[in-house]
Protein backbone atom coordinates (compact mmCIF):
# COMPACT_ATOMS: atom_id res chain seq x y z
CA UNK A 1 0.00 0.00 0.00
CA UNK A 2 3.10 2.17 0.99
CA UNK A 3 4.62 2.03 -2.67
CA UNK A 4 1.47 2.55 -4.40
CA UNK A 5 0.37 5.74 -2.26
CA UNK A 6 3.99 7.19 -3.30
CA UNK A 7 3.52 6.69 -7.00
CA UNK A 8 -0.07 7.92 -6.73
CA UNK A 9 1.19 11.38 -4.80
CA UNK A 10 4.57 12.03 -6.69
CA UNK A 11 2.18 11.14 -10.51
CA UNK A 12 0.19 14.32 -9.33
CA UNK A 13 2.69 16.46 -9.01
CA UNK A 14 3.99 18.54 -11.62
CA UNK A 15 7.47 17.43 -13.14
CA UNK A 16 9.09 20.69 -12.27
CA UNK A 17 8.04 20.72 -8.42
CA UNK A 18 9.18 17.01 -7.69
CA UNK A 19 12.00 17.50 -6.39
CA UNK A 20 10.87 20.37 -4.68
CA UNK A 21 9.17 19.00 -2.68
CA UNK A 22 10.94 15.73 -2.08
CA UNK A 23 14.12 18.02 -0.28
CA UNK A 24 11.20 19.16 2.10
CA UNK A 25 10.46 14.99 3.28
CA UNK A 26 12.28 14.39 6.22
CA UNK A 27 11.73 10.55 5.33
CA UNK A 28 14.93 10.83 2.34
CA UNK A 29 18.47 12.75 3.21
CA UNK A 30 19.38 15.05 0.26
CA UNK A 31 22.15 12.89 -1.23
CA UNK A 32 19.09 10.17 -1.58
CA UNK A 33 17.37 13.21 -3.68
CA UNK A 34 20.26 14.92 -5.51
CA UNK A 35 20.93 10.68 -6.70
CA UNK A 36 17.35 9.93 -7.96
CA UNK A 37 17.44 13.54 -9.72
CA UNK A 38 20.64 13.22 -11.44
CA UNK A 39 19.93 9.50 -12.26
CA UNK A 40 16.59 11.01 -13.91
CA UNK A 41 17.84 14.06 -15.75
CA UNK A 42 20.59 11.20 -16.88
CA UNK A 43 18.30 9.25 -18.41
CA UNK A 44 15.67 11.96 -19.68
CA UNK A 45 12.90 10.07 -17.62
CA UNK A 46 9.07 10.44 -17.33
CA UNK A 47 7.02 11.71 -14.56
CA UNK A 48 5.78 8.08 -14.52
CA UNK A 49 9.41 6.13 -14.13
CA UNK A 50 10.95 8.98 -11.89
CA UNK A 51 7.54 8.21 -9.36
CA UNK A 52 8.46 4.38 -9.70
CA UNK A 53 11.70 4.87 -9.25
CA UNK A 54 11.05 7.04 -5.84
CA UNK A 55 8.88 4.02 -4.61
CA UNK A 56 11.31 1.58 -5.31
CA UNK A 57 14.42 3.61 -3.68
CA UNK A 58 11.28 4.16 -0.52
CA UNK A 59 11.19 0.07 -0.52
CA UNK A 60 14.58 -1.02 0.24
CA UNK A 61 14.84 1.68 3.12
CA UNK A 62 13.62 0.46 6.57
CA UNK A 63 10.84 2.36 8.62
CA UNK A 64 8.24 2.94 5.52
CA UNK A 65 4.64 3.29 6.99
CA UNK A 66 1.65 5.14 6.34
CA UNK A 67 2.36 8.02 8.66
CA UNK A 68 5.49 8.94 6.52
CA UNK A 69 3.66 8.77 3.33
CA UNK A 70 0.54 11.10 5.17
CA UNK A 71 3.56 13.70 5.22
CA UNK A 72 4.28 13.33 1.75
CA UNK A 73 1.17 14.35 1.30
CA UNK A 74 0.72 16.95 3.09
CA UNK A 75 3.50 18.67 2.01
CA UNK A 76 2.01 18.28 -1.32
CA UNK A 77 -0.85 20.02 0.22
CA UNK A 78 1.51 22.62 1.97
CA UNK A 79 2.67 23.77 -1.47
CA UNK A 80 -0.13 24.10 -3.16
CA UNK A 81 -3.25 24.51 -0.73
CA UNK A 82 -5.46 26.50 -2.79
CA UNK A 83 -6.24 22.71 -4.78
CA UNK A 84 -8.57 21.81 -1.40
CA UNK A 85 -11.49 23.40 -0.19
CA UNK A 86 -11.46 24.36 3.13
CA UNK A 87 -14.35 24.99 5.26
CA UNK A 88 -13.92 27.21 9.08
CA UNK A 89 -14.90 25.89 12.62
CA UNK A 90 -15.17 27.57 16.10
CA UNK A 91 -13.92 26.07 19.06
CA UNK A 92 -15.98 26.83 22.14
CA UNK A 93 -15.61 26.19 26.05
CA UNK A 94 -12.13 25.85 26.58
CA UNK A 95 -11.36 23.52 29.25
CA UNK A 96 -7.72 23.42 28.88
CA UNK A 97 -5.29 26.44 28.64
CA UNK A 98 -1.74 25.19 27.52
CA UNK A 99 -2.24 23.66 23.82
CA UNK A 100 0.96 22.04 22.65
CA UNK A 101 2.55 23.07 19.85
CA UNK A 102 4.67 19.74 19.39
CA UNK A 103 3.73 17.74 15.94
CA UNK A 104 4.64 14.17 17.62
CA UNK A 105 2.82 15.03 20.79
CA UNK A 106 -0.28 16.17 19.23
CA UNK A 107 -0.15 13.02 17.07
CA UNK A 108 -0.02 11.03 19.67
CA UNK A 109 -2.85 12.36 21.44
CA UNK A 110 -5.01 12.30 18.29
CA UNK A 111 -4.23 8.89 17.69
CA UNK A 112 -5.49 8.17 21.38
CA UNK A 113 -8.99 9.48 20.59
CA UNK A 114 -9.54 8.36 16.97
CA UNK A 115 -8.42 4.45 18.38
CA UNK A 116 -11.77 4.87 20.95
CA UNK A 117 -13.98 5.07 17.48
CA UNK A 118 -12.03 3.30 14.97
CA UNK A 119 -10.77 -0.14 14.81
CA UNK A 120 -10.05 -0.38 11.14
CA UNK A 121 -6.41 0.60 10.41
CA UNK A 122 -5.79 4.55 9.85
CA UNK A 123 -2.70 6.74 9.93
CA UNK A 124 -2.14 10.26 11.27
CA UNK A 125 0.45 12.87 10.64
CA UNK A 126 0.72 15.92 11.75
CA UNK A 127 3.53 18.86 10.52
CA UNK A 128 4.43 21.89 12.13
CA UNK A 129 4.62 24.58 8.95
CA UNK A 130 4.85 28.79 9.25
CA UNK A 131 3.49 28.21 12.93
CA UNK A 132 0.48 26.21 12.31
CA UNK A 133 -0.34 22.42 13.04
CA UNK A 134 -0.79 20.56 9.91
CA UNK A 135 -2.82 17.10 10.28
CA UNK A 136 -3.26 14.32 7.61
CA UNK A 137 -6.27 11.79 9.12
CA UNK A 138 -6.12 8.56 6.59
CA UNK A 139 -9.22 6.90 7.09
CA UNK A 140 -9.76 3.37 5.39
CA UNK A 141 -11.86 2.85 2.58
CA UNK A 142 -15.57 1.67 3.01
CA UNK A 143 -14.54 -1.06 1.13
CA UNK A 144 -11.61 -2.89 0.45
CA UNK A 145 -10.41 -2.17 -2.76
CA UNK A 146 -6.64 -2.00 -4.37
CA UNK A 147 -4.34 1.17 -4.26
CA UNK A 148 -4.26 4.42 -2.76
CA UNK A 149 -7.61 6.46 -2.49
CA UNK A 150 -6.77 10.32 -0.88
CA UNK A 151 -10.44 11.54 -1.55
CA UNK A 152 -11.20 9.50 1.76
CA UNK A 153 -8.53 11.42 3.93
CA UNK A 154 -9.14 14.07 6.02
CA UNK A 155 -6.47 17.51 6.11
CA UNK A 156 -6.93 20.27 8.95
CA UNK A 157 -5.16 23.28 10.07
CA UNK A 158 -5.27 24.73 13.45
CA UNK A 159 -3.87 28.27 14.65
CA UNK A 160 -2.65 27.27 18.21
CA UNK A 161 -4.43 29.20 20.98
CA UNK A 162 -6.61 30.07 19.24
CA UNK A 163 -10.66 28.64 18.43
CA UNK A 164 -10.34 28.16 14.86
CA UNK A 165 -9.85 24.97 12.75
CA UNK A 166 -9.94 24.57 9.02
CA UNK A 167 -10.69 21.24 7.70
CA UNK A 168 -10.80 19.92 4.09
CA UNK A 169 -12.18 16.72 2.83
CA UNK A 170 -14.00 15.79 6.11
CA UNK A 171 -17.22 13.16 5.20
CA UNK A 172 -20.65 13.51 7.01
CA UNK A 173 -19.76 9.73 7.86
CA UNK A 174 -16.51 10.52 10.16
CA UNK A 175 -17.65 13.92 11.22
CA UNK A 176 -19.54 13.61 14.48
CA UNK A 177 -16.46 11.25 15.41
CA UNK A 178 -12.87 12.92 14.04
CA UNK A 179 -14.37 16.31 15.09
CA UNK A 180 -14.94 14.92 18.83
CA UNK A 181 -11.29 13.12 18.58
CA UNK A 182 -10.38 17.28 17.58
CA UNK A 183 -11.81 18.70 20.04
CA UNK A 184 -10.95 16.61 22.88
CA UNK A 185 -7.41 16.82 21.52
CA UNK A 186 -7.00 20.44 21.30
CA UNK A 187 -8.86 21.18 25.14
CA UNK A 188 -12.10 22.31 24.02
CA UNK A 189 -16.06 20.91 24.24
CA UNK A 190 -17.88 21.76 21.37
CA UNK A 191 -17.58 22.70 17.60
CA UNK A 192 -19.92 24.13 15.21
CA UNK A 193 -19.75 24.97 11.71
CA UNK A 194 -19.14 28.66 10.93
CA UNK A 195 -20.64 28.78 6.81
CA UNK A 196 -17.54 30.10 6.06
CA UNK A 197 -15.41 28.04 3.09
CA UNK A 198 -13.36 28.81 0.57
CA UNK A 199 -9.79 27.79 -1.42
CA UNK A 200 -7.53 30.65 0.22
CA UNK A 201 -7.51 29.18 4.12
CA UNK A 202 -5.37 32.52 5.19
CA UNK A 203 -8.29 34.34 4.05
CA UNK A 204 -10.96 32.40 5.83
CA UNK A 205 -8.95 32.11 9.05
CA UNK A 206 -8.57 36.07 9.20
CA UNK A 207 -11.71 36.44 9.13
CA UNK A 208 -12.80 33.90 11.46
CA UNK A 209 -10.11 35.02 13.87
CA UNK A 210 -11.25 39.15 13.50
CA UNK A 211 -14.73 37.98 14.46
CA UNK A 212 -14.17 35.77 17.74
CA UNK A 213 -10.86 37.19 19.25
CA UNK A 214 -10.64 40.83 18.60
CA UNK A 215 -14.67 41.32 20.21
CA UNK A 216 -16.24 44.78 19.11
CA UNK A 217 -13.53 45.79 17.46
CA UNK A 218 -13.44 43.48 14.98
CA UNK A 219 -14.55 46.06 12.27
CA UNK A 220 -11.73 48.48 13.14
CA UNK A 221 -9.08 46.11 13.04
CA UNK A 222 -9.81 44.94 9.30
CA UNK A 223 -10.45 48.06 7.88
CA UNK A 224 -7.80 50.38 9.36
CA UNK A 225 -5.22 47.76 10.80
CA UNK A 226 -2.31 47.15 8.47
CA UNK A 227 0.59 46.88 11.07
CA UNK A 228 1.56 44.56 13.61
CA UNK A 229 3.46 40.97 14.50
CA UNK A 230 0.34 39.17 13.70
CA UNK A 231 -1.29 41.46 10.88
CA UNK A 232 -1.05 39.93 7.52
CA UNK A 233 -3.09 42.35 5.89
CA UNK A 234 -1.85 44.37 3.10
CA UNK A 235 -2.61 47.72 2.38
CA UNK A 236 -4.33 48.92 -0.34
CA UNK A 237 -1.84 51.60 -2.40
CA UNK A 238 -3.02 54.79 -3.91
CA UNK A 239 -1.94 56.07 -6.76
CA UNK A 240 -0.65 59.43 -6.87
CA UNK A 241 -2.94 62.12 -8.83
CA UNK A 242 -1.08 63.19 -12.13
CA UNK A 243 -1.47 66.42 -13.02
CA UNK A 244 -2.03 66.92 -17.02
CA UNK A 245 -3.32 70.82 -18.21
CA UNK A 246 -4.77 68.90 -21.18
CA UNK A 247 -7.79 71.19 -21.20
CA UNK A 248 -10.24 68.48 -20.16
CA UNK A 249 -12.44 69.06 -17.32
CA UNK A 250 -13.95 66.17 -15.46
CA UNK A 251 -17.49 67.28 -14.39
CA UNK A 252 -17.96 64.04 -12.46
CA UNK A 253 -14.41 65.02 -10.43
CA UNK A 254 -16.47 65.65 -7.21
CA UNK A 255 -18.91 62.32 -7.52
CA UNK A 256 -16.37 59.99 -8.17
CA UNK A 257 -14.36 61.36 -4.65
CA UNK A 258 -17.36 61.06 -2.89
CA UNK A 259 -17.91 57.78 -4.21
CA UNK A 260 -14.05 56.55 -3.05
CA UNK A 261 -14.97 58.30 0.46
CA UNK A 262 -17.93 56.02 1.31
CA UNK A 263 -15.78 53.18 -0.29
CA UNK A 264 -13.27 53.77 2.15
CA UNK A 265 -15.73 53.94 5.17
CA UNK A 266 -17.35 50.76 4.63
CA UNK A 267 -14.46 49.14 3.86
CA UNK A 268 -11.59 50.59 4.74
CA UNK A 269 -7.69 51.22 3.22
CA UNK A 270 -6.84 47.47 2.98
CA UNK A 271 -6.94 44.83 0.38
CA UNK A 272 -10.07 42.43 1.25
CA UNK A 273 -9.91 38.83 1.89
CA UNK A 274 -10.63 36.18 -0.67
CA UNK A 275 -13.64 34.75 -0.95
CA UNK A 276 -14.83 32.96 -4.37
CA UNK A 277 -18.45 32.53 -3.53
CA UNK A 278 -21.17 34.36 -1.61
CA UNK A 279 -24.64 33.35 -1.66
CA UNK A 280 -27.60 35.40 -0.51
CA UNK A 281 -30.98 33.99 0.33
CA UNK A 282 -34.81 34.82 0.62
CA UNK A 283 -37.68 33.23 1.81
CA UNK A 284 -41.35 35.00 1.77
CA UNK A 285 -44.77 34.00 1.04
CA UNK A 286 -46.21 35.22 -2.45
CA UNK A 287 -47.36 38.85 -2.15
CA UNK A 288 -48.06 40.49 -5.65
CA UNK A 289 -51.90 41.26 -5.54
CA UNK A 290 -52.47 41.23 -9.52
CA UNK A 291 -50.34 38.02 -10.84
CA UNK A 292 -51.37 34.77 -9.78
CA UNK A 293 -53.56 35.89 -6.37
CA UNK A 294 -54.80 32.56 -6.04
CA UNK A 295 -50.99 31.74 -4.29
CA UNK A 296 -51.36 34.36 -1.61
CA UNK A 297 -52.96 32.11 1.26
CA UNK A 298 -51.32 28.79 0.52
CA UNK A 299 -48.72 28.96 3.18
CA UNK A 300 -46.06 28.01 0.59
CA UNK A 301 -42.59 30.18 0.58
CA UNK A 302 -40.71 31.12 -2.35
CA UNK A 303 -36.77 30.38 -2.07
CA UNK A 304 -34.74 32.57 -4.13
CA UNK A 305 -31.01 32.74 -4.27
CA UNK A 306 -28.46 34.79 -5.26
CA UNK A 307 -24.83 33.79 -5.89
CA UNK A 308 -21.77 35.70 -6.44
CA UNK A 309 -18.90 33.84 -7.90
CA UNK A 310 -14.98 35.44 -8.92
CA UNK A 311 -12.00 34.82 -8.21
CA UNK A 312 -12.39 37.50 -4.86
CA UNK A 313 -16.19 38.74 -4.42
CA UNK A 314 -15.21 41.63 -2.15
CA UNK A 315 -12.66 42.84 -4.45
CA UNK A 316 -14.87 42.73 -7.19
CA UNK A 317 -18.05 44.02 -5.86
CA UNK A 318 -15.75 46.79 -4.57
CA UNK A 319 -14.34 47.47 -7.69
CA UNK A 320 -18.12 48.01 -9.47
CA UNK A 321 -18.80 50.37 -7.13
CA UNK A 322 -15.79 52.47 -6.91
CA UNK A 323 -16.29 52.02 -11.15
CA UNK A 324 -19.62 53.81 -10.68
CA UNK A 325 -21.43 50.60 -12.12
CA UNK A 326 -23.07 49.89 -8.33
CA UNK A 327 -25.00 52.28 -6.61
CA UNK A 328 -23.29 53.91 -3.47
CA UNK A 329 -23.57 53.23 -1.13
CA UNK A 330 -23.94 50.08 -1.29
CA UNK A 331 -26.39 48.12 0.79
CA UNK A 332 -25.48 46.85 4.51
CA UNK A 333 -25.91 43.10 3.42
CA UNK A 334 -22.75 43.54 1.31
CA UNK A 335 -20.68 45.74 3.37
CA UNK A 336 -21.27 43.38 6.09
CA UNK A 337 -19.53 40.17 4.72
CA UNK A 338 -16.17 40.68 6.31
CA UNK A 339 -17.61 41.98 10.11
CA UNK A 340 -20.13 38.58 9.86
CA UNK A 341 -17.22 35.64 8.64
CA UNK A 342 -19.76 33.93 6.68
CA UNK A 343 -20.03 32.86 3.00
CA UNK A 344 -24.24 31.98 3.23
CA UNK A 345 -26.70 34.67 4.45
CA UNK A 346 -30.24 34.71 5.03
CA UNK A 347 -31.60 38.13 3.92
CA UNK A 348 -35.63 37.76 5.06
CA UNK A 349 -37.78 34.93 6.24
CA UNK A 350 -41.18 35.22 8.11
CA UNK A 351 -41.58 35.11 11.67
CA UNK A 352 -42.93 31.58 13.02
CA UNK A 353 -46.19 33.38 14.25
CA UNK A 354 -46.55 34.46 10.89
CA UNK A 355 -45.60 30.94 9.44
CA UNK A 356 -48.01 29.44 11.40
CA UNK A 357 -50.94 31.61 11.04
CA UNK A 358 -50.79 31.62 6.85
CA UNK A 359 -50.19 27.54 7.43
CA UNK A 360 -53.54 27.69 9.36
CA UNK A 361 -55.19 29.92 7.22
CA UNK A 362 -54.44 27.89 4.14
CA UNK A 363 -55.95 24.76 5.56
CA UNK A 364 -58.89 26.61 7.08
CA UNK A 365 -59.21 27.52 3.67
CA UNK A 366 -58.35 24.04 2.25
CA UNK A 367 -61.16 22.68 4.78
CA UNK A 368 -63.76 25.40 3.81
CA UNK A 369 -63.76 24.88 0.72
CA UNK A 370 -63.83 20.71 0.72
CA UNK A 371 -67.01 21.11 3.23
CA UNK A 372 -68.87 23.58 0.57
CA UNK A 373 -67.99 20.92 -2.28
CA UNK A 374 -68.89 18.22 -0.09
CA UNK A 375 -72.69 19.84 0.49
CA UNK A 376 -72.81 20.12 -3.25
CA UNK A 377 -72.16 16.96 -3.82
CA UNK A 378 -74.78 15.92 -1.02
CA UNK A 379 -77.34 18.71 -2.68
CA UNK A 380 -76.93 17.41 -6.07
CA UNK A 381 -77.30 13.57 -5.19
CA UNK A 382 -80.19 14.54 -3.60
CA UNK A 383 -82.09 16.21 -6.35
CA UNK A 384 -80.92 12.93 -7.95
CA UNK A 385 -82.30 10.09 -6.01
CA UNK A 386 -85.43 8.98 -7.08
CA UNK A 387 -88.44 9.64 -4.68
CA UNK A 388 -89.61 6.13 -2.76
CA UNK A 389 -93.09 5.79 -1.53
CA UNK A 390 -94.82 3.77 1.30
CA UNK A 391 -97.45 1.24 0.88
CA UNK A 392 -99.71 0.36 3.28
CA UNK A 393 -98.85 -2.98 2.74
CA UNK A 394 -95.03 -2.19 4.03
CA UNK A 395 -93.63 -2.65 -0.23
CA UNK A 396 -91.94 -0.12 -1.57
CA UNK A 397 -92.33 1.10 -4.83
CA UNK A 398 -91.40 4.33 -7.11
CA UNK A 399 -93.88 7.04 -8.43
CA UNK A 400 -93.72 5.67 -11.96
CA UNK A 401 -94.24 2.07 -11.26
CA UNK A 402 -96.89 3.09 -9.07
CA UNK A 403 -98.87 5.07 -12.18
CA UNK A 404 -98.13 1.89 -14.42
CA UNK A 405 -99.95 0.12 -11.49
CA UNK A 406 -103.21 2.13 -11.80
CA UNK A 407 -102.88 2.22 -15.61
CA UNK A 408 -103.25 -1.62 -15.58
CA UNK A 409 -106.25 -1.83 -13.44
CA UNK A 410 -108.14 0.25 -15.71
CA UNK A 411 -107.10 -1.57 -18.76
CA UNK A 412 -108.27 -4.76 -16.53
CA UNK A 413 -111.85 -2.94 -16.02
Not at 29 to 35: N, P, R
Not at 158 to 177: D, R, T
Not at 235 to 242: C, F, I, P
Request: hydrophobic content about 35%; charged content about 30%.
Amino acid sequence: MELLAIKSIVSKIKGADIFQILDKWKFLKKSEVEDIKSLAKSERKTKLNIATDIAEFCKNKDGLTMEAVGELELICVQSFPAKKQWCVYHLTEECKKATTTDPSKFKTKLKKQIRLYFNKEYSVSVLLHHGLLWGCVQMPPPRRRRGYEPRHNLYFIHYPHSPVIIFSGLKAAHENFISQCLVVTLGFRQITEMSLSGRDYPSLAQLAMNKYMQGGFTKYVSMHMSEGPLCDLTSRKRKAVREVDDGVTDLEAGEKRRRLETLADSFGDNVQPTLERVQFRVELPYRSKRVATELQGDGELFHSKVRFQGTSVLEGIRSLAEAGYATVPLPKHLTIIPTRARNSFLLARPSRQAATTGAASSRGDIAKNGSDHMNKSRNVSKSMEPTITVNKSGNKSSEQNKERAKSGRGRKK
